[in-house]
């Protein structure tokens, strides 16, 4: 019994140092990077990616074109949660584990306002970084695996419940072939006149979120509902950003249906 005992506790004992020279090791990596970043910033454009080989050595092979996406739609650099780094920015930047895997990352905009912060919240895995977020995110929806729902042709509301479950969920996997599988699943649910229409404006801008990304994150905000003929879509973007739209749906002769218009609404 005993011999169990000192077992079991040497067990948690190594399990707890290794979490926290995992803990550590994830810090720095962070520190690193931002450091690094920080003092790339000016050399290159905004709308640049990370360069391959500081992507190779930090990131996740799936997080630069995410986060250049993520910048896209917040208008700002998402991996500093600004337009420019504040000056005070690498003085003042702390670290610090929040749960498994997540950290958040702070620093003062002012070096004369210890109250004014900006906070990001990183999730580390492997050794590389997998996700960074510029807004307070629910880690644990982006945690959790998401499901998409069976596509529905019950009617005109389940239909495009099911639509945006499915489109939605291209957006949650790795977007190296996002336009590519976006413009798949829309020649194949939407009508011939409204896939046209998104082929022709040829851009990254998604009019069916009306937006350039959407992240799981908002999820928790997305309504779908039918009023008359027409069905709204709304949800959320970070800073309380409302989004809505107007949905139009045809019916086939064989009882299908089809998306065949999408308008934003003021």
């Given at each position: ?55 190779e050595t930090y990131l996740s092979p799936c997080l630069p ?202």
């Amino acid at each position: 019994m005993k011999t169990f005992f000192k077992i079991l506790v040497a067990a948690i004992v190594l399990s707890s140092f290794t979490h926290c020279t995992t803990e550590q090791k994830d810090i720095q990596l962070l520190k690193n990077f931002y450091t690094k970043y920080m003092k790339t910033f000016h050399t290159k454009n905004m709308d640049e990616t990370i360069p391959q080989s500081e992507a190779e050595t930090y990131l996740s092979p799936c997080l630069p074109e995410k986060l250049r996406l993520m910048s896209n739609m917040l208008r700002i650099d998402a991996v500093i949660g600004d337009t420019y780094p504040a000056s005070s920015m690498e003085a003042t930047l702390t670290i610090t584990p929040i749960k498994k895997n997540w950290y958040k990352i702070s620093y003062q905009n002012t070096f004369s306002n210890p109250n004014d912060i900006t906070n990001i919240f990183a999730k580390v895995e492997n050794n590389k970084i997998t996700e960074i977020y510029p807004w307070q995110v629910d880690t644990n929806v982006i945690d959790t695996p998401y499901t998409p729902e069976k596509m529905s042709q019950a009617n005109a509301l389940s239909f495009v419940q099911s639509f945006y479950s499915n489109y939605l969920n291209i957006y949650f996997g790795c977007p190296d072939k996002l336009m590519q599988n976006l413009r798949a699943f829309q020649e194949k649910h939407c009508s011939p006149i409204l896939f046209k229409r998104f082929k022709d404006i040829n851009s990254e801008y998604d009019s069916l979120i009306s937006s350039y990304y959407f992240d799981k994150d908002f999820l928790k905000t997305l309504k779908i509902t039918q009023e008359g003929d027409y069905i709204y879509i709304a949800y959320k973007r970070p800073n309380n950003y409302s989004v809505k739209m107007k949905a139009e749906v045809i019916q086939l002769p064989d009882g299908t249906y089809k998306l065949n218009d999408i308008t934003e609404v003021e």
